[in-house]
């Protein structure tokens, strides 16, 4: 027994010691055959990537240099950065031995995958595609869209990246931007600055017109070609809206803006130009005396009509009704009676109920 179980101990020693024989011999034959080719592959490749990097660092300090529009110098980047590196990688797996065309076979299944369940993604993807083609607006202009304002930063593919006034980054989706409304406050070089002043119903309209526009003329950053121009715009409840409109360069437009505000209200108050609140004036009207018309006679018209009133037959009514109710009981009394004396009969003879019955009937009809 204990022969036999050394014996086994043996041919497991022997057989585990072939397994790794084997499985060392297999990877020293891979790496004598295949290794170094996938290490000359590895190194390549890392040299690749490096050079790339280089030569998109160089592509874009080189775009920036000549006054390449910020757009499309970040596309161009990311491209060669990116885009190149993903060719490279294919090439590579190609070359160790890898059939890179059921890759591609798995690739292309994943996309459609992907693309089914990602339809926003690409609708993203498709419109940064229209704004790059497009270009509604580029990198630092001030934009309006998707309800939101604000600066453009940066375009992606899928993204682009706006800075709100309050220096807040909002990514807006691209698609998002296309199929809306896109307000570019940076496309023109001068726009124009509409603001409303109010002034009493006692004041002098055209004086307070003067006024604003004695300080348009004067402002070095309102521009005299279109002329400034001050009007009445509305007849307010409680005031006199007017209307003044000037042009300025779209990089001065808010200095503008907050100057002309500042300027009108301390001028109106060196006038003596009233701002006023909103009010209600109520009137209460005095007592009017009660007017009086002259009436005509309509005694003559009203004796043609006649109106015929109904007779009063109370009592008769009464009377009759009186006489049927003891007539009534005058009969009740009489059927009561007449089948008291019905029930004695029958107790005495019994057999005659069918004639007794058809007898109280015709009574009754009677």
């Not at 002034?199 to 279109?226: M, Q, R, T, W």
Request: net charge negative; charged share 30%; with cysteine.
């Amino acid at each position: 027994m204990a022969g036999s179980t050394v014996i086994l101990s043996s041919d497991t020693a022997t057989s585990t010691e072939w397994t790794w024989d084997k499985f060392w011999g297999t990877i020293i034959e891979w790496l004598s055959t295949h290794g170094l080719k996938l290490l000359i592959g590895l190194v390549v490749l890392f040299v690749c990537f490096f050079v790339i990097n280089l030569i998109a660092r160089a592509v874009r300090k080189s775009m920036i240099r000549h006054g390449r529009d910020k757009t499309i110098t970040s596309v161009v980047y990311q491209i060669i950065k990116k885009g190149i590196k993903i060719v490279l990688i294919v090439i590579f797996l190609g070359y160790v031995g890898i059939d890179t065309a059921g890759i591609g076979a798995i690739i292309g299944a994943i996309g459609v995958a992907i693309g089914l369940a990602a339809q926003g993604a690409l609708s993203n993807f498709a419109g940064g595609m229209i704004i790059l083609v497009m270009r509604p607006f580029k990198v630092g202009d001030y934009v309006e869209t998707d309800g939101e304002k604000g600066t453009v930063e940066d375009i992606h593919m899928f993204y682009t990246y706006i800075a709100t006034d309050n220096n807040q980054l909002v990514m807006i989706p691209n698609g998002e931007i296309t199929s809306g409304a896109v307000i570019n406050y940076s496309a023109k070089p001068t726009r124009r600055l509409d603001l409303k002043f109010s002034i009493s119903y006692n004041e002098d309209f055209e004086y307070a017109e003067d006024v604003i526009y004695e300080i348009c003329e004067k402002h070095p950053k309102v521009l005299g070609d279109p002329a400034p121009a001050v009007r009445i715009d509305e007849h307010g409840d409680s005031a006199i809206v007017l209307l003044c409109r000037v042009w300025t360069k779209t990089e001065d437009y808010w200095d503008t803006r907050f100057d002309l505000l500042e300027e009108v209200k301390r001028r109106f108050d060196e006038e003596d130009i009233e701002i006023p609140y909103p009010q209600m004036d109520v009137h209460t009207p005095e007592p009017q005396p009660r007017r009086t018309r002259e009436k005509t006679d309509t005694r003559k018209r009203r004796k043609k009509i006649k109106i015929a009133e109904p007779q009063q037959t109370t009592e008769p009514v009464e009377a009759d009704v009186s006489a049927d109710i003891k007539a009534e009981q005058k009969r009740g009394g009489k059927r009561r009676e007449r089948r008291r004396k019905l029930l004695k009969e029958l107790e005495s003879e019994p057999d005659n109920i069918t004639e007794a019955i058809a007898q109280d009937k015709k009574e009754d009809g009677k």
